[in-house]
């Protein structure tokens, strides 16, 4: 249980074009879903959180006009990196968490990671 | 940077050894928990340790928590060529929001 899947896994693009990035709880419903990116060989950094049926909110620093989220459903949120530029090039990570659990023992459950290259 | 740290950022041993890495986080917390990420994939969670816990053990893997010091371990016994990956600690506080230490590269030499 508690698979989270990423969709891409990986996006070529050309600079100003838009992606979209889906990340899908599979088998549990997500109240919250975290963007997060990472660099190489770097640790992962929080982007947004998402609740499900309201506006994310982003970690300062974070352009929300550049990185449009939007969490639909309790099993889906979309991560849009709108008119891409090579400087966006990175690997971007979804997780989940189960609204059910408590906060002593909560769980973000990770994506598999979509790798984007804006040349 | 609330980012956590850890050390050593990169450790090499042989199999069959064990494996210490170390985590400081700087917020109070209600779990530390601990990650794997394989190159270039997602990260897989290994155990979690909540705030009124000081150790626990799941098959080879120990990890321990001083709230005192705001520092974790991860202890890893008799390593295999398998283990090897990124490994990374993340303190979960109030906002339930997860943040992440630097990361350690354990590379196990068959």
């Known amino acids: 249980g508690a698979v989270v899947s990423q969709h891409p896994s990986r996006v070529i693009c050309k600079s100003g074009t838009s992606v979209k990035i889906e990340c899908r709880s599979l088998?549990?419903?997500?109240?919250?879903m975290f963007w997060y990116r990472q660099f190489p060989k770097q640790s992962l950094m929080l982007m947004a959180t998402s609740n499900e049926g309201s506006k994310a909110t982003y970690e300062q620093g974070v352009e929300k006009d550049k990185f449009l989220i939007n969490h639909a459903s309790l099993t889906l949120s979309t991560l849009t990196v709108t008119s891409a530029h090579p400087e966006d090039s990175s690997f971007y990570i979804c997780?989940?968490?189960?609204?059910?659990?408590?906060?002593?023992?909560?769980?973000?459950?990770f994506g598999p990671g979509t790798r984007l290259t804006v040349l | 940077s609330q980012q956590g740290e850890e050390d050593p950022q990169a450790l090499s041993i042989q199999e069959g050894e064990n494996a210490t890495m170390n985590c400081s986080y700087k917020?109070?917390?209600?779990?530390l928990q601990w990650y794997r990420q394989n190159s270039g994939r997602g990260l897989v969670h290994l155990i979690l340790?909540?705030?009124?816990?000081r150790e626990k053990h799941s098959g080879r893997l120990r990890v321990t928590l001083d709230t005192s010091k705001k520092s974790s371990s991860l202890l890893i016994t008799a390593s295999r060529a398998a283990d090897t990956a990124s490994y990374f600690c993340?303190?979960?506080?109030?906002?339930?929001?997860?943040?992440f230490g630097s990361g350690t590269q354990l590379t196990v030499l068959p």
């Open positions: 088998d549990f419903q997500a109240t919250t």
């Open positions: 340790i909540r705030s009124n816990e």
């Open positions: 997780s989940a968490r189960n609204g059910r659990e408590r906060a002593s023992t909560d769980t973000q459950y």
């Open positions: 993340a303190s979960s506080g109030s906002a339930r929001q997860l943040t």
């Open positions: 917020t109070s917390i209600n779990n």
